[in-house]
């Protein structure tokens, strides 16, 4: 079949890479895609939210399958586009309708939706401009660090941790009062915080049945040992060590289970990719967000890791027959860590020629803020490459990942040194 997959980050070069290894796909698009995708497929210029520019793409090259690798398009209603489309709406689609999508594009509505259906989060209150001041006097009732979240999309950046009751109130009215996130922050979710360890657990789902994907487990932070500003990713690994079959169990039936019969319950048609973000507590998991799609730099590790044929896997979720398949999953581990520019994730240089990719052995690099200029590589974003490794343990995945990451280069470049290493030295051997 012909596939469009619509995005132009690192997740969807992984995702590219992944549905070009199928029978099933004859031609591959990507819109817009970017350096890595154009190695998978064919490039397309197209904004992603131009619902009619996809939609006519789509009829013009006989596509029959579309499957969306960021969020906004389906927050914005790609999804909604397509089903109420007597042309379109037989288009296998992957990613939910705007109804759907809103467990990640409102965080009072995930919030709420957990609630009802009594899965395991942080205690919470939301608030606008009309309750600041109700919101000031949640936050001196709680104690710190104090977690707020704008409850809209705001491009990664909308979770706010302060350390210190000042700095909680300023932000809440920096956000609500002087609108810091824009329309994203109208509303703001406070959140008690959890002492933990985080994880990243995926499924795939018709909307009844799904199918578990690798778990992992990414870094944010731009230094080492968890240091620095908050980033989009700079490494992530495959599977979880301390995720063992106990916690994985308890995952399954307080968190994943009840979420799908949720999204039933509620009437809510799903299908497509889940990101469940999970924060670890006193061996007892919490969900601290819901993402409608693969992450980056996740992806890059959990897709090298499916042996199934993930278009067959997408095809069945579509069609509603996600209960006949099973994800098979390598047990080697994966481990990926992004190549970033300079001054990450702060203001940074770009257009500086990348070398050394021929150098990367028993590894693949996944592009993101990635250009071919003249047949040449140049650097066009912050994370500029995932690189990742498999192995038959974590050692020998890391060792892989950094000896292809010493092989490339570029001006400025900087990456994280110590990703999975905290997974080596501790005792996570099972919560």
């Known amino acids: 079949m012909n596939i469009l997959l619509i995005g132009g980050g690192g997740r969807e070069h992984a995702m590219a890479w992944k549905i070009g290894q199928s029978p099933l796909c004859e031609r591959l698009y990507i819109a817009p895609g970017n350096a890595g995708t154009g190695l998978c497929g064919e490039n397309i210029n197209i904004n992603p939210l131009d619902k009619e520019a996809v939609g006519s793409f789509v009829l013009e090259k006989d596509v029959q399958m579309v499957v969306v690798g960021p969020e906004e398009p389906l927050v914005k209603g ?10 379109l709406r037989d288009i296998l689609f992957v990613g939910p309708s705007s109804k759907g999508a809103r467990i990640e594009g409102s965080k009072s509505f995930a ?11 942080a205690a919470y209150r939301s608030f606008t401009r009309d309750t600041v001041e109700e919101g000031v006097d949640f936050l001196k009732s709680l104690d710190p660090p104090y977690v707020l979240k704008a409850d809209g999309l705001a491009a990664g950046k909308g979770v706010i941790i302060c350390s210190s009751e000042g700095e909680a109130v300023g932000t809440l009215m920096e956000m609500l009062c002087e609108d810091k996130f824009g329309e994203a922050s109208s509303t703001v979710v406070i959140e008690e915080f959890l002492e933990g360890v985080e994880m990243s657990v995926f499924v795939i789902t018709d909307g009844r049945a799904y199918t578990m994907l690798p778990s992992a487990k990414d870094y944010k932070r731009v230094g080492e040992k968890d240091t620095g500003a908050n980033t989009g990713g700079m490494g992530a690994v495959s599977p979880v060590p301390f995720a063992g079959p106990e916690l994985m169990g308890r995952i399954e039936e307080s968190i994943i289970k009840p979420t799908v019969n949720g999204l039933y319950k509620d009437n809510i048609p799903y299908c497509g990719f889940i990101f469940f973000g999970l924060m670890i507590s006193g061996g007892m998991p919490y969900v601290i967000e819901y993402n409608v799609r693969l992450g980056d730099p996740e992806a890059e590790v959990i897709l090298p890791r499916l042996e199934s044929d993930l278009v067959e896997l997408m095809q069945a979720a579509c069609r509603g027959r996600l209960s006949e398949h099973r ?15 300079g001054g990450y994730p702060g203001d940074y240089k770009k257009g500086f020629e990348i070398t050394g990719k021929g150098d990367v052995r028993e590894g693949t690099l996944f592009y993101s803020g990635v250009k071919s200029q003249d047949g040449r590589l140049l650097t066009s974003g912050g994370r500029v490459i995932a690189v990742t490794s498999l192995g038959g343990s974590l050692e020998e995945a890391m060792d892989r990942t950094y000896r ?6 570029f001006r400025g470049m900087y990456y994280r040194r110590d990703i999975g290493r905290d997974l080596l030295k501790k005792p996570y051997n099972n919560h």
């Open 111 to 121: 919030k709420e939706f957990m609630q009802r259906h009594g899965i395991p989060t």
């Open 327 to 341: 994800a098979i999953i390598s047990p080697r581990y994966a481990l990926t860590v992004i190549l970033a520019s």
């Open 78 to 87: 790609l999804g909604d586009y397509f089903s109420g489309s007597e042309k």
């Open 404 to 409: 292809n990451a010493a092989a490339v280069d």
